[in-house]
């Protein structure tokens, strides 16, 4: 029954992806030329088209909090809570104003036809099961970060499937320390009614996306830097329990 059900979220996502691949030429074309303001801006028009479609379609009202505390400027790493899979739609159509790849488990690479986009835009896949892979991906989004491409992460490792947040894994930050970035903290909260809460597909509801004001990793002392993960899991659950007593 619950397959039968999931056919609209199949149909759903199959139409949508046409918003991704008309950018896909003039993508691989400046990458190859190794024009990467050029690659990072047919990135973005693909991803923010892409997320504000589904959330259309789908008739999910995008309640944006705190645009003020954007930067002006990139790379950029966002961190989240991961409630489920509205939370990719989501971020690629609340930050319209950057370029992101996401901090994505392996296995999505073999999603027909999304696998292959989920690493064009500059996503980073991690096999947590192998920790030397896992370290030679984070080195590899250290890279892009580097080059100047944004990218988002979850650090809590897995969708919480509801409005409750699971702990932060501390090493996941490394992303933004170790090239001096800005962290920009994320609570979002509602994404989970788009399947988890019921199993399949559902639209007509409200997401709450709070962004923070973004912190400087450069130049963090070593205990700072240690203590980074703690701080900003603090920051995001204090913004969804805000969220959540909001409604």
């Not at 399947?195 to 923070?212: A, N, P, S």
Request: glycine share 8%; net charge positive; charged share 25%.
């Amino acid at each position: 029954m619950k397959i039968i059900r999931n056919i609209p979220m199949i149909v759903e996502f199959v139409s949508a992806l046409p918003e991704l691949k008309k950018h896909k030429k003039n993508i691989y074309k400046y990458r190859a030329l190794e024009d990467l303001e050029k690659e990072k801006e047919y990135i973005l028009k693909a991803t923010s088209t892409w997320g504000k479609r589904i959330l259309n379609d789908l008739n999910i009202h995008l309640n944006i909090i705190g645009e003020e505390n954007m930067p002006e400027n990139g790379p950029v790493v966002f961190v989240a809570n991961h409630q489920g899979y509205g939370d990719i739609p989501t971020c690629c159509a609340a930050l319209d104003k950057f370029q992101t790849g996401f901090i994505a488990k392996s296995s999505l690479s073999k999603l027909p036809l999304y696998g292959e986009w989920i690493k064009n835009i500059r996503s980073v896949m991690i096999d947590r099961e192998d920790p030397r892979e896992s370290l030679r991906a984070f080195e590899t989004a250290i890279d892009f970060i580097k080059q100047g491409f944004s990218i988002v992460v979850f650090p809590e490792g897995h969708r919480s499937k509801g409005a409750e947040m699971g702990e932060f894994k501390k090493g996941s930050l490394r992303l933004a320390t170790k090239p001096g970035v800005p962290i920009v903290p994320i609570s979002i909260n509602g994404t989970y009614k788009l399947f988890e809460e019921k199993g399949y597909m559902q639209g007509d509801f409200t997401v709450d996306f709070l962004i923070h004001p973004a912190i400087q990793t450069s130049g963090l002392s070593r205990s700072e830097a240690s203590n980074l993960a703690e701080t900003v899991e603090q920051i995001v659950k204090k913004g969804l329990n805000d969220l959540k007593n909001n409604k």
